[in-house]
C-alpha cells in the first residue's frame, strides 16, 4: 500500500494532482480543499490511501492524516465507496461530518449528492459509536483557489465529476448556477445548496 507520496507537483488538475515521485508521475484524487494547497513546481507531502479494483489502482490524497482516516472509516459504512467518501469530504470537512453523525444530523448528510435520507439513517447508525468526537481542526480553507477561482466552484465540480457528469458539463451547469444566484459574489456560499442546483440543470439539459 502506499501511505504517502512526497515530490514535486507537476500539474493540478479539476480533480486530482500528479506527483513526480522518483521520475514518476503519480495521479492522486484530491478536494478540493486539498488541491488549493498545492503548487506546480513545488514539493509537497501527501497521505494517501490507494484503492485497489480488478481492473484499476487508484490512490486519493488528502490534506492531512484525519482527513485520510476518516475517509477511510467512511468506507466501513454500508453503500459508501471511495468516490462517495471523498465526495462527503468535498462538500463537509471531517469535524462537520462527525458532529452531523454524532448528532443524528441527517439533513446536513443528504447534502451530498447521492446521498439519500435512509443512506444517511445507514451512516449515522453504523458510524456513530465509532467516528470519535471533533478534532478542533481548522474547516475548509481559503475561499479562492491559486486560479482565482471561487473555492465552492471547485468542490461543486468536483462532487458533479464525480457522480459521473464531464468537467465541462459540470462548468456549464456552475455558470448557469452563479448566474441564477450570485454566489460568485457571496464570501461562503452554501456550497451543498449549489451542488443541487447544479444537478438540477444538468437533470433539465
Not at 492531512?64 to 475517509?71: C, H, Q, S, T, Y
Not at 462527525?98 to 445507514?122: S, W
Amino acid at each position: 500500500m502506499i501511505a504517502f507520496v512526497r515530490g514535486t507537483v507537476a500539474q493540478v488538475g479539476l480533480g486530482s494532482a500528479v506527483v513526480d515521485v522518483g521520475g514518476v508521475g503519480i495521479e492522486v484524487n484530491c478536494t478540493p480543499r486539498t488541491l488549493a494547497t498545492l503548487r506546480e513546481g513545488r514539493v509537497a507531502t501527501l497521505p494517501t490511501s490507494m484503492v485497489v479494483r480488478e481492473d484499476s489502482l487508484t490512490v486519493f490524497g488528502f490534506l492531512d492524516d484525519d482527513e485520510k482516516a476518516l475517509f477511510e472509516l467512511l468506507q466501513t459504512a454500508s453503500g459508501v465507496g471511495p468516490k462517495l467518501a471523498q465526495a462527503m469530504l468535498a462538500v463537509h470537512g471531517p469535524d462537520a461530518l462527525r458532529r452531523a453523525v454524532l448528532g443524528e444530523d441527517v439533513r446536513t448528510l443528504t447534502q451530498v449528492p447521492g446521498i439519500g435520507q435512509k443512506g444517511a439513517q445507514r451512516i449515522i447508525l453504523e458510524l456513530k459509536d465509532r467516528i470519535g468526537p471533533p478534532t478542533g481542526a481548522s474547516g475548509p480553507g481559503a475561499t479562492t483557489l491559486p486560479s482565482g477561482e471561487p473555492a465552492w466552484r471547485g468542490q461543486v465540480r468536483q462532487g458533479l465529476v464525480g457522480l459521473g457528469w464531464s468537467a465541462k458539463e459540470a462548468d456549464k451547469a456552475i455558470d448557469l448556477v452563479a448566474a441564477d444566484t450570485g454566489a460568485d459574489d457571496e464570501a461562503s456560499p452554501d456550497v451543498a445548496a449549489l451542488l443541487r442546483a447544479a444537478l438540477r440543470s444538468l437533470s433539465r439539459s
